[in-house]
């Protein structure tokens, strides 16, 4: 480690709680599919910052329109009606079937106002006393106490935190009897991720999401689909609902959206959208102006630039190239997973090992569950990225293989 580097560490110990495992790499500047340290070492990004700068690092475009809006006006409050801001909507609700949007700042947030939309709708709408939220074990939907309570994982995320809410359940994956089972006379929703990020990169099986869809019909209930690390063009299509052919109730966004600025979005049908009534909800920061007009900026870059069928393709390449790579190292790699660039490695073994190895190397990406390497890289990532990628992957198994 570099002395800056022990400086910097040591200076945040004083400084910030103590949240985060940090990785052991001090980031001074970032564009592109690159990353730079304190000392100017140029590392490969297949992180992007936890999918969310999807466009790629420090964009001119973006910043000048990022630039231009805040002279004309920054934030004023949701009290106003602002162009910026419908603009957007306009937009978002152009890539998909929903017909209404509620604009917030993160994922949590939208998840948190997604399940506040569907218990209000029960009751106001409908009438009916359901307010039970089902979702899947090794999902991740946040860390505010409901959608900390709807994750469906344990251990230091959830303990120390009791009392959790009321009104979750979480089943075990892939089991539609089991979900069947969950359902009573106050369940409102199913949740689900159609691929499960921080879970491992899991795909939802179609079978499985058919089923899910049936059992809501059946019983009256909202499907809530959480589409904040699946969204805006990473798998392959604009929302991962799309590969599935079905329409969620209410679906959430965020990460991407504004490539790097904080934004979240609740989607929903319009009949759904009648939960929510002035004074039901609402947020300070969100839909400002300039997160607005960035997020409206990326939208244009992404439908122009067809970054859905770039992430489709560069999936498809990088599929390939591991399942090559598997030939000399079938004791390591089990397999891939995923969907276009949500893109998992599954690991047979040595996950920290090799992970670690792939930062030495100058590459960076994310370890999910001990045993998959997750990359999920600027979409703009290009065929020679992915083989240095790969170079770097060749040689840490070897070495780790010994
Ligand atoms: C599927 C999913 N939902 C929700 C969240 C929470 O988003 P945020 O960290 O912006 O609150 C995440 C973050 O990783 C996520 O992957």
Redesign the pocket.
């Known amino acids: 480690m570099s002395e800056k580097f022990e400086a910097i560490k040591k200076r945040e110990s004083n400084l910030i709680c103590n949240t985060y495992g940090r990785y052991p790499l001090a980031v001074s500047r970032a564009k592109d599919c690159r990353l730079y340290d304190l000392d100017g070492v140029e590392y490969h990004d297949f992180l992007a910052g936890?999918?969310v700068c999807s466009l790629g690092h420090s964009r001119e475009d973006l910043a000048e329109v990022m630039a231009e809006q805040a002279r004309k006006m920054v934030h004023v409050s949701n009290l106003f009606y602002q162009e910026p801001q419908l603009d957007l909507a306009e937009k978002l609700l152009s890539t998909c079937a929903a017909g209404k949007v509620f604009f917030c700042n993160?994922?949590?947030?939208?998840?948190e106002g997604a399940i506040k939309l569907a218990r209000k709708y029960m009751h106001t709408v409908r009438n009916e006393d359901r307010y039970e939220v089902i979702t899947l074990e090794k999902?991740?939907?946040?860390?505010?106490l409901s959608?900390l309570t709807a994750t469906g994982q344990y251990g230091p995320i959830k303990e120390g935190y009791n009392p959790l809410p009321e009104g979750f359940v979480t089943v075990s994956f892939g089991n539609v009897n089991a979900l069947r089972g969950a359902i009573n006379a106050h369940t409102a929703a199913i949740m689900i991720?159609m691929v499960?990020?921080?879970g491992g990169v899991r795909p939802l099986p179609q079978d499985y999401v058919n089923d899910i869809v049936a059992l809501c019909k059946e019983n009256g209930i909202l499907l809530i689909v959480?589409?904040?690390?699946?969204g805006v063009c990473r798998t392959g299509r604009f929302w991962a609902h799309q590969h599935y052919g079905i329409t969620p109730d209410i679906f959430?966004s965020?990460?991407a959206l504004a490539n790097g600025l904080?934004m979240?979005a609740v989607l929903c049908s319009d009949e759904v959208a009648k939960g929510f009534t002035p004074g039901s909800h609402a947020t300070t920061f969100g839909g400002g102006a300039v997160v607005s007009a960035v997020a409206a900026k990326v939208i244009d870059i992404m439908l122009e630039e067809k970054m859905a069928d770039r992430a489709l393709k560069m999936g498809e390449f990088a599929k390939k190239q591991v399942l090559e790579l598997r030939k000399k190292h079938p004791e390591t790699i089990a397999g891939t997973r995923g969907l276009g660039l949500l893109f998992g490695i599954e690991l047979a073994k040595n996950g920290p090992e090799i992970w670690k190895g792939l930062l030495e190397h100058k590459v960076v990406c994310n370890l999910t569950q001990g045993t998959v390497l997750r990359l999920v890289p600027p979409l703009t990532v290009t065929e020679e990225d992915i083989l240095f990628f790969m170079r770097a992957l060749d040689e840490v198994l070897t070495s780790v293989e010994g």
Do not use: L, M, Y
């Open positions: 936890i999918a993160s994922g949590a947030e939208a998840n999902s991740f939907h946040g860390r505010t959608t991720e499960q990020g921080e959480d589409e904040v690390q699946t959430t965020a990460k904080p979240g």
